[in-house]
DNA sequence: CGCTGCGTTGAGCTTCTTCAACGATCGTGG
DNA sequence: CCACGATCGTTGAAGAAGCTCAACGCAGCG
């Protein structure tokens, strides 16, 4: 395989020159998880990140009495488990793949230094962070601020503009994760479907939606109206 | 003001030589704001960031219907405000002193420039990025997945770490505020205090916490028992 | 065929919020 | 110096949102 050929076309790696990439390349080692296999675990000594090549990796907190959290989903050409490299040396939470997954891991010591002699690489790796703190805001704000209805609306909008902003989609998770990822359980999950059916926002088939009224899940996902 | 001589003392410019921190003094600006006064505003272009001087400054979002979640309170030596530095170009929430407050202020294009040719300083800032991402995900975990006793005494047992372990201290910001950190409202928090003390784990008076019981505090903690 | 995981539905309950009222404190202006 | 208003904190009663527990349907797969 040809790793120089994969880091090209990620962002992180943006704007680095062939050999620059082949630097990068020589430090990265190829690892592969079954689906549901666990990456990491909340705690453990972070020795380095990893890069999604394909499959899916989803990154959660679970509670003592076992809920979980999940607090993102990483797809292919997106970096994860950064911040042990930076800043203390734990995995602050759990990382597990979703699909049989191809990652790329980059060890810690052998990153900081190319990092140290390459600012588009810090440059672009501040981005990344950055980025991810912009979208922690996002959950933080929906957990606290939005009813879960809204939270769902938010995300169906969010998921047809991915698509293209049409009006069909299928859902790309499970709906139990689906769940976990909205900072609830299936069963209100299931509820909200039904009701947001009933009142002719959307219509559910399995994992096929189709958004009906656009104007309602906005002015759902805005806080402006209820269920 | 010496400006130099406070940057000495920040953890952002560790490590850098006395030549690098007039580079860096150089681009500062000193401002100041009033108790209350807004900082910068949700959706606001970001052309720079803040570095804590004296007093205090809360980031925070606010629903619809006004509620307000404060996502993280920064106070002396702390930065803020970074990320339309590295990602994108809009603050993605609202910033306002809480004190009489003195901030430097680094204006983005230049910050940018001395990073650039300053591995140390770019380190330190994805340090400190890092240990953000990782904060919020404390408080992602708390509001999704515990209740608000539980947050509360996470609060105070950090409270008193902060102050040396000890079992008395003062809050170190008002109430309501507290609330809006723990994602609740007076109200709610006000009657968790008042049961927190039936159940003797707690003494208060006014802002004066008294710990009494830190092991069933910590059992509230870590969602192992309830109020 | 039967098992297992996922999704749905119902009933009851817990937690938290809303709305309203009231006490205490503090700073300001008369 | 006192009175007043504003802010903050507390308390009560009622209601809403979401969770728990339990049961069941359904699809996929060994």
């Known amino acids: 395989m040809d790793i120089r050929k994969h880091l090209s076309q990620v962002d992180l790696f943006n704007g680095l020159s062939l050999q620059q990439l ?38 959660y907190k679970v509670s003592p009495d076992g809920k979980e959290q999940i607090m993102h989903i990483f797809g292919p050409g997106q970096p994860f488990a950064e911040v042990p490299v930076f800043e203390g040396s734990r995995y602050p939470a759990n990382g597990e793949a979703m699909d049989h997954s191809r990652l ?91 009701k947001m059916t009933n009142k002719e926002l959307v219509r559910i088939n399995g994992p096929h939606i189709t958004l009906v009224d656009r104007t309602g899940l906005e002015d759902l996902a805005e806080g402006e109206s209820k269920l």
Chains 1, 2 share one sequence.
């Open 22 to 59: 082949d630097e990068v390349a020589r430090i990265v080692s190829v690892k592969e998880y079954r689906k549901s296999e666990p990456v990491f675990s909340d705690g453990d000594e972070g020795i380095g990140f990893y890069l999604v090549i394909s499959g899916r990796v989803k990154v």
């Open 104 to 194: 790329f891991f980059f060890p810690k010591k052998d990153f900081v230094k190319l990092i140290h002699d390459n600012p588009s690489l810090a440059m672009n790796m501040m981005a990344s962070l950055s980025q991810r703190l912009k979208q922690f805001s996002h959950l933080i704000e929906a957990l606290s601020l939005k009813e879960v209805p809204g939270r769902l609306a938010s995300y169906l909008l969010y998921l047809s503009d991915k698509n293209g902003s049409i009006d069909q989609f299928e859902l790309d998770i499970a709906k139990s994760q689906l769940a976990s990822f909205l900072g609830t359980i299936p069963e209100t999950l299931s509820r909200i479907f039904t």
